[in-house]
T-cell receptor
Framework: DTGVSQDPRHKITKRGQNVTFRCDPISEHNRLYWYRQTLGQGPEFLTYFQNEAQLEKSRLLSDRFSAERPKGSFSTLEIQRTEQGDSAMYLC?????????????FGQGTRLTVV | LAKTTQPISMDSYEGQEVNITCSHNNIATNDYITWYQQFPSQGPRFIIQGYKTKVTNEVASLFIPADRKSSTLSLPRVSLSDTAVYYCLVEIQGAQKLVFGQGTRLTINP
């Protein structure tokens, strides 16, 4: 079990640039989540996939954000025209559909800094 | 959504038992209570989950009174490595996501 893998671990970008993060969930986990976490706050839900279907999106996911899970395996989160307020830790989590949704496995996150 | 309330921070010492209480007054009949632990620069890690009475695993115990309006996470004989943020979550039946609050920042001192 290699756990949930996220790439890159750190990303520094200039304001206005586009960035893309990748998440590889635990094999055969149907559920995949993206969360965002800022300093001192708990993770905030962004979006949820069940296999390749994006079933829920938070209002936090503005038009500049898009997430995909094309084959129901890995997922990508893209932020277009980054702003300083996008600086945060972006967390991916996965869980099997048969289990409880609250028993999720998180990756180590991608820390984004927008300068 | 059932809202949870827990202390912002707690301090303790190595070797002590630490109890973190969470209030969830609006918990619904079918909702479960879940606790996560998060170390700096890492994602949260599932610790324990329960519905009523007491649940124990190798990491912690979870005590839930009969009215289920609160729960207590108990960490026996803490060490410095237990310094982390602990989140209490209430699972919403049928919901597919976790909703985190601010958590409790636990600091263990030598």
């Amino acid at each position: 079990d290699t756990g949930v893998s996220q790439d890159p671990r750190h990303k520094i970008t200039k304001r206005g640039q586009n960035v893309t993060f990748r998440c590889d969930p635990i094999s055969e986990h149907n559920r995949l989540y993206w969360y965002r976490q800022t300093l001192g706050q708990g993770p905030e839900f962004l979006t949820y996939f069940q296999n390749e279907a994006q079933l829920e999106k938070s209002r936090l996911l503005s038009d500049r954000f898009s997430a995909e899970r094309p084959k129901g395996s890995f997922s990508t989160l893209e932020i277009q025209r980054t702003e300083q307020g996008d600086s945060a830790m972006y967390l991916c989590a996965s869980s099997p559909l048969k289990g409880r949704a609250t028993e999720a496995f998180f990756g180590q996150g991608t820390r984004l800094t927008v300068v | 959504l059932a809202k949870t309330t827990q202390p912002i921070s707690m301090d303790s010492y190595e070797g002590q038992e630490v109890n973190i209480t969470c209030s969830h007054n609006n918990i619904a009949t079918n909702d479960y209570i879940t606790w996560y632990q998060q170390f700096p620069s890492q994602g949260p890690r599932f610790i324990i989950q329960g519905y009523k009475t007491k649940v124990t695993n190798e990491v912690a115990s979870l005590f839930i009174p009969a009215d289920r309006k609160s729960s207590t996470l108990s960490l026996p004989r803490v060490s410095l490595s237990d310094t982390a943020v602990y989140y209490c979550l209430v699972e919403i039946q049928g919901a597919q996501k976790l909703v985190f609050g601010q958590g409790t920042r636990l600091t263990i001192n030598p």
